[in-house]
RNA sequence: GGAUGCUUAGCUCAGUUGGUUAGAGCACCUGCUUCACACGCAGGGGGUCACUGGUUCGAGUCCAGUAGCGUCCA
């Protein structure tokens, strides 16, 4: 067997488990009827991304599932994949042939297409090699991309169907335009952000009484021109006289408009009266639309003013074209004022420039499934954790607005739909749209197709992803879904993601799964997923979000560099309390890293303290065990190893990831390195505890290596084989059963191993002696001293304790010896309590003033405790009122007090 | 404006149905190269639990309000 070095090296370890992993084949989740199967589908990632914390925060926390899935027996599956990302794809190939000069337009789209795959082929998914570097153990083979030929297929064949059944319908609204990426975006990618401005205020002319102004206040003076009327309200009394007349449009091609009369309009706002401008704003189009009046588009898609803006603005970007609209209505008189003003704007989230609302054209889509979305999370049959998101996403369900999901873009899912030659598209009906005659949809395209023109626009990204969790499965093809083995690994147990998808793709895939399940079967088999855990969001230092623009985000393979996969998996998990933000600090992955090495020595030691023995198997290590012949120690760390195992367990069920990463840091750093290890130290050395001892700490190993797997998988699985645990060609990862502490437990009694639970209460004694001792030792400067001579004043009782562990204690404690002795009242010598035990030293004459003035505080304290809980307990009140074991532990604790008082009191009477 | 989360040690955070003297990691101080580990060991200091009021025998924990920070929605 290798020796184990002294410091845990995780490159090559990495390295080489995962190509051994992969060559065996251990990540595949294949079809077993003997086994239930528990599937993860990845968010996918889009295909342009590259890893960031965030994606290995919410990748660790999947693969931990995955993997404990595993080792519990079942049959895990973890589907990988990418996202084509529409919007953000397309940007990123059009940079690069702006690079070489290249425009979209001039390559034409079949060009174009060509060349985003080509992209893609060479760059794309560079995300997931950099996941299996993380230790990710996805079913690789499965990998998924949204614009797979067969994907494709799927998405497309939604729509189809949509459509016929009426959920999906063309028409002309006010859209959120992205003037840089030249598309129709939804609600949900449209950023609000605060932005200081200038509100106008503009005075517009009465025709029919010149020197009579009604003044607005507009954020937006460049679509004057636009304007078609102005509103107010019609209860307002400073305008009853107005209501009907027309003003001047103060700006632009010369234009009499009316004053109108709307419910809407906020009498408070400004001076009440509101410009009406129903091609750049959606309330205003609403307005329009009930006065009939016409919207007149003064921009272009690329956001210039055109020429209906009038001839001084006209070929000017929207923002110059608004400084410059100032200026005109500054010389023209018609600008009253200007300030300052505070206020929203939509920014796209893409592009991140503001957007403009735009009366185009769309594909929208009306919800299928709302109300039974609704109920599955209401009534619980998929679970949030936290809980609290799932009133979040039944406000939004409450409030739903019709979905826009056509984008004008070349990169995505074309719509199947295809007009008849010369129609005019802009001016088809609702009854054109209907007429199978005009409009194709279907998913093999019509028959004739030299007769047709197909729709330019591609999908919604997110119409696509909203199918992944089946579509990806081989849905709706019948001899995919076999092959893929659908009907058994769907529905999905677990979705990892971040509460800011929860409408963009959360809330739409539950309403996918529910459309394309039969709607007879149980609504347990209809929902995509069962559980949804919505990780926290990963922010710097300062609390910031991380991006890449402020730069403040580390590189996850830096970090994997630096402090190993498994450090870095075991220091963001720390971090991630549940469902909160977290500041990210790199000193936590450093402790991840610094855990790993414990780990590696305390393995080391084990190594190289014995010859190993059969550890084959959990039967083979405990048929090792002397129970018999147990010390308190041997007790207590086997307790504590059970306590843990089902800490460790009920933590994975309740999604409580760190608390189970500090339960197992506490229990292997503190219990097992720190105090089991320094007492098997004396053990080891003698020939009749030896042997058990070796077998307690493989047990212990064996156990939390197992535990530890899902979270560190690289150093778990090498220590695994390194220890003997698992034969050549067998895996930790694949081929071990995780033992709860229940069925461990069964196995101790089939060897006769009893354990005795109250050697704990005598280990903390223990603990406590040498804490105190050593603890007198560092006051004294003698901390490093090995041949202390310590005399314990100790009963027959508590001696009797104290000698079955001599030779530990000796150890840890640094004594030459350690001897019962009495105090006898003597100036020079005084004693320390050591819980249950009295130290006795030996003290010069200062140090015996410095000994009673401490003493003397002591005392101090205790009887101020003692006076609270006397007076607590001398509470009528709470006498009756509280539950008896309350009452009990007061007494207690009382009676505790009074007795350490009383000791005290007799240890200053010896010092004289 | 509505919703929601947070405020506990110098920092980042735990603290499960209310119940002894509120915990961890890091940082800090002291000592130690002890035959697994200095990526370590031993010892130590450090907290009016944001504020105000209420409920209760008892509040970090429950309720109401206030302030500050954050997020989402409009």
Same mark, same amino acid.
């Given at each position: 067997?290798?020796?184990?070095?002294?410091?845990?090296?995780?490159?090559?370890?990495?390295? %080489?488990?995962?190509?051994?992993?992969?060559?065996?084949?251990?990540?595949?989740?294949?079809?077993?009827?003997?086994?239930?199967?528990?599937?993860?589908?990845?968010?996918?990632?889009?295909?342009?991304?590259?890893?960031?914390?965030?994606?290995?925060?919410?990748? =660790?926390?999947?693969?931990?599932?995955?993997?404990?899935?595993?080792?519990?027996?079942?049959?895990?599956?973890?589907?990988?994949?990418?996202?084509?990302?529409?919007?953000? =794809?397309?940007?990123?190939?059009?940079?690069?042939?702006?690079?070489?000069?290249?425009?979209?337009?001039?390559?034409?789209?079949?060009?174009?297409?060509?060349?985003?795959?080509?992209?893609?082929?060479?760059?794309?998914?560079?995300?997931?090699?950099?996941?299996?570097?993380?230790?990710?153990?996805?079913?690789?083979?499965?990998?998924?991309?949204?614009?797979?030929?067969?994907?494709?297929?799927?998405?497309?064949?939604?729509?189809?169907?949509?459509?016929?059944?009426?959920?999906?319908?063309? $028409?002309?609204?006010?859209?959120?335009?992205?003037?840089?990426?030249?598309?129709?975006?939804?609600?949900?990618?449209?950023?609000?952000?605060?932005?200081?401005?200038?509100?106008?205020?503009?005075?517009?002319?009465?025709?029919?009484?010149?020197?009579?102004?009604?003044?607005?206040?507009?954020?937006? /003076?460049?679509?004057?021109?636009?304007?078609?009327?102005?509103?107010?309200?019609?209860?307002?009394?400073?305008?009853?006289?107005?209501?009907?007349?027309?003003?001047? %449009?103060?700006?632009?091609?010369?234009a009499e408009i009316p004053i109108i009369a709307d419910a809407a309009i906020d009498r408070e706002f400004g001076s009440g009266a509101l410009k009406v401008t129903p091609a750049h704003d959606k309330v205003d189009?609403?307005?329009?639309? %009930?006065?009939?009046?016409?919207?007149?588009?003064?921009?272009?898609?690329?956001?210039?003013?055109?020429?209906?803006?009038?001839?001084?603005?006209?070929?000017?970007?929207?923002?110059?074209?608004?400084?410059?609209?100032?200026?005109?209505?500054? !010389?023209?008189?018609?600008?009253?004022?200007?300030?300052?003003?505070?206020?929203?704007?939509?920014?796209?989230?893409?592009?991140?420039?503001?957007?403009?609302?735009?009366?185009?054209?769309?594909?929208?889509?009306?919800?299928?499934?709302?109300?039974?979305?609704?109920?599955?999370?209401?009534?619980?049959?998929?679970?949030?954790?936290?809980?609290?998101?799932?009133?979040?996403?039944?406000?939004? +369900?409450?409030?739903?607005?019709?979905?826009?999901? &056509? %984008?004008?873009?070349?990169?995505?899912?074309?719509?199947?739909?295809?007009?008849?030659?010369?129609?005019?598209?802009?001016?088809?009906?609702?009854?054109?749209?209907?007429?199978?005659?005009?409009?194709?949809? &279907?998913?093999?395209?019509?028959?004739?197709? &030299?007769?047709?023109?197909?729709?330019?626009?591609?999908?919604?990204?997110?119409?696509?992803?909203?199918?992944?969790?089946?579509?990806?499965?081989?849905?709706?093809?019948?001899?995919?879904?076999?092959?893929?083995?659908?009907?058994?690994?769907?529905?999905?147990?677990?979705?990892?993601?971040?509460?800011?998808?929860?409408?963009?793709?959360?809330?739409?895939?539950?309403?996918?799964?529910?459309?394309?399940?039969?709607?007879?079967?149980?609504?347990?088999?209809?929902?995509?997923?069962?559980?949804?855990?919505?990780?926290?969001?990963?922010?710097?230092?300062?609390?910031?979000?991380?991006?890449?623009?402020? $730069?403040?985000?580390?590189? /996850?393979?830096?970090?994997?560099?630096?402090?190993?996969?498994?450090?870095?998996?075991?220091?963001?998990?720390?971090?991630?309390?549940?469902?909160?933000?977290?500041?990210?600090?790199?000193?936590?992955?450093?402790?991840?890293?610094?855990?790993?090495?414990?780990?590696?020595?305390?393995?080391?030691?084990?190594?190289?303290?014995?010859?190993?023995?059969?550890?084959?198997?959990?039967?083979?290590?405990?048929?090792? #065990?002397?129970?018999?012949?147990?010390?308190?120690?041997?007790?207590?760390?086997?307790?504590?190893?059970?306590? =843990?195992?089902?800490?460790?367990?009920?933590?994975?069920?309740?999604?409580?990831?760190?608390?189970?990463?500090?339960?197992?840091?506490?229990?292997?750093?503190?219990?097992?390195?720190?105090?089991?290890?320094?007492?098997?130290?004396?053990?080891?050395?003698?020939?009749?505890?030896?042997?058990?001892?070796?077998?307690?700490?493989?047990?212990?190993?064996?156990?939390?290596?197992?535990?530890?797997?899902?979270?560190?998988?690289?150093?778990?699985?090498?220590?695994?084989?390194? +220890?003997?645990?698992?034969?050549?060609?067998?895996?930790?990862?694949?081929?071990?059963?995780?033992?709860?502490?229940?069925?461990?437990?069964?196995?101790?009694?089939?060897?006769?191993?009893? #354990?005795?639970?109250?050697?704990?209460?005598?280990?903390?004694?223990?603990?406590?002696?040498? *804490?105190?001792?050593?603890?007198?030792?560092?006051?004294?400067?003698?901390?490093?001293?090995?041949?202390?001579?310590?005399?314990? !004043?100790?009963?027959?009782?508590?001696?009797?304790?104290?000698?079955?562990?001599?030779?530990?204690?000796?150890?840890?404690?640094?004594?030459?010896?350690?001897?019962?002795?009495?105090? *006898?009242?003597?100036?020079?010598?005084?004693?320390?309590?050591?819980? =249950?035990?009295?130290?006795?030293?030996? #003290?010069?004459?200062?140090?015996?003033?410095?000994?009673?003035?401490?003493?003397?505080?002591?005392?101090?304290?205790?009887?101020?405790?003692?006076?609270?809980?006397?007076?607590?307990?001398?509470?009528?009140?709470?006498?009756?009122?509280?539950?008896?074991?309350?009452?009990?532990?007061?007494r207690k604790q009382l009676a505790d007090l009074k007795a350490k008082h009383a000791e005290v009191a007799r240890l200053l009477s010896a010092l004289g």
């Amino acid at each position: 067997m290798a020796s184990i070095s002294k410091s845990y090296e995780s490159h090559d370890v990495e390295r %080489r488990w995962s190509a051994d992993w992969r060559a065996a084949d251990c990540f595949a989740g294949r079809v077993n009827p003997a086994k239930t199967p528990y599937t993860i589908m990845i968010p996918p990632p889009n295909v342009t991304g590259v890893l960031t914390m965030g994606h290995v925060l919410n990748n =660790t926390l999947q693969d931990i599932l995955i993997r404990r899935a595993r080792l519990e027996g079942r049959e895990a599956m973890w589907l990988p994949g990418t996202d084509h990302a529409g919007i953000a =794809t397309q940007t990123v190939v059009e940079r690069e042939l702006r690079k070489q000069k290249i425009n979209r337009r001039d390559l034409g789209r079949e060009k174009f297409l060509e060349k985003v795959w080509e992209w893609r082929d060479e760059k794309g998914g560079i995300i997931l090699q950099q996941l299996q570097a993380l230790g990710a153990s996805c079913d690789w083979d499965r990998t998924q991309f949204t614009m797979d030929p067969r994907y494709s297929k799927a998405v497309l064949s939604v729509f189809v169907d949509l459509f016929q059944k009426g959920q999906i319908y063309r $028409g002309k609204r006010m859209v959120n335009w992205c003037p840089a990426s030249l598309t129709a975006l939804s609600d949900e990618e449209v950023i609000m952000k605060p932005a200081k401005g200038l509100l106008y205020e503009v005075r517009y002319e009465r025709v029919d009484a010149p020197g009579q102004f009604i003044t607005v206040k507009t954020t937006r /003076p460049e679509t004057i021109p636009g304007d078609v009327a102005i509103a107010v309200h019609p209860e307002d009394p400073r305008y009853a006289s107005w209501i009907g007349k027309l003003v001047r %449009r103060p700006l632009g091609p010369s234009a009499e408009i009316p004053i109108i009369a709307d419910a809407a309009i906020d009498r408070e706002f400004g001076s009440g009266a509101l410009k009406v401008t129903p091609a750049h704003d959606k309330v205003d189009f609403e307005i329009g639309q %009930r006065h009939q009046l016409p919207a007149l588009d003064v921009l272009t898609a690329a956001g210039v003013l055109n020429e209906l803006a009038g001839s001084e603005l006209a070929g000017m970007e929207r923002f110059a074209g608004r400084k410059k609209a100032a200026e005109l209505l500054k !010389e023209s008189g018609a600008l009253v004022k200007e300030e300052p003003y505070d206020n929203n704007v939509g920014y796209s989230e893409r592009a991140d420039v503001p957007i403009e609302p735009r009366l185009t054209w769309q594909w929208w889509l009306k919800y299928p499934q709302v109300e039974a979305a609704k109920a599955v999370v209401r009534d619980g049959v998929i679970r949030f954790h936290p809980e609290r998101w799932a009133k979040v996403y039944l406000h939004w +369900l409450e409030n739903i607005q019709d979905w826009c999901i &056509s %984008r004008q873009l070349w990169w995505g899912h074309r719509i199947p739909v295809w007009y008849r030659k010369g129609l005019d598209k802009e001016a088809l009906t609702a009854a054109d749209l209907a007429d199978p005659q005009k409009v194709h949809v &279907s998913l093999a395209g019509p028959t004739d197709p &030299s007769d047709w023109v197909q729709e330019d626009d591609v999908l919604d990204t997110w119409a696509s992803s909203w199918l992944w969790p089946f579509a990806t499965l081989g849905w709706p093809d019948q001899e995919a879904m076999a092959k893929a083995g659908h009907a058994y690994f769907y529905p999905t147990n677990t979705l990892v993601t971040g509460p800011d998808i929860i409408f963009f793709w959360v809330a739409r895939m539950i309403m996918a799964g529910l459309e394309y399940t039969p709607a007879d079967a149980p609504i347990e088999q209809r929902v995509p997923f069962r559980d949804v855990y919505f990780t926290g969001i990963i922010r710097d230092a300062q609390g910031r979000k991380m991006s890449k623009s402020l $730069g403040n985000s580390p590189d /996850p393979l830096d970090l994997i560099a630096k402090y190993g996969a498994d450090g870095l998996r075991f220091g963001i998990v720390s971090i991630a309390p549940q469902g909160q933000d977290i500041r990210f600090q790199e000193d936590r992955i450093e402790g991840g890293k610094n855990f790993c090495n414990k780990l590696w020595n305390a393995c080391r030691f084990r190594q190289m303290s014995g010859a190993m023995a059969d550890n084959s198997s959990l039967a083979a290590v405990v048929a090792r #065990l002397d129970g018999p012949k147990f010390d308190a120690d041997d007790h207590a760390i086997l307790d504590r190893l059970l306590a =843990t195992t089902r800490a460790v367990d009920q933590a994975l069920a309740n999604f409580e990831f760190s608390n189970a990463v500090q339960a197992l840091y506490g229990f292997f750093w503190n219990d097992f390195c720190d105090w089991y290890v320094e007492v098997s130290k004396a053990k080891l050395l003698e020939a009749a505890t030896k042997d058990s001892c070796l077998a307690i700490q493989d047990l212990v190993l064996r156990q939390t290596l197992a535990l530890l797997h899902p979270f560190m998988p690289f150093i778990t699985e090498e220590l695994w084989r390194l +220890l003997g645990y698992g034969a050549e060609g067998t895996f930790l990862m694949r081929d071990v059963r995780i033992e709860d502490s229940s069925a461990l437990m069964t196995e101790f009694a089939n060897h006769g191993v009893q #354990l005795d639970f109250a050697a704990a209460t005598e280990v903390s004694q223990l603990k406590e002696l040498t *804490s105190k001792i050593r603890a007198f030792k560092a006051d004294n400067g003698e901390a490093a001293k090995k041949d202390s001579e310590l005399v314990v !004043e100790a009963s027959a009782e508590q001696w009797a304790v104290l000698e079955l562990n001599l030779a530990k204690l000796k150890r840890m404690l640094g004594a030459a010896s350690i001897s019962r002795g009495e105090l *006898s009242p003597n100036a020079s010598a005084c004693v320390t309590a050591c819980g =249950t035990w009295n130290l006795i030293r030996q #003290l010069n004459a200062g140090d015996a003033v410095a000994e009673k003035a401490r003493l003397t505080k002591e005392s101090e304290a205790l009887a101020k405790h003692i006076a609270g809980t006397a007076a607590r307990l001398g509470n009528e009140a709470f006498v009756s009122k509280a539950p008896p074991a309350v009452l009990d532990g007061a007494r207690k604790q009382l009676a505790d007090l009074k007795a350490k008082h009383a000791e005290v009191a007799r240890l200053l009477s010896a010092l004289g």
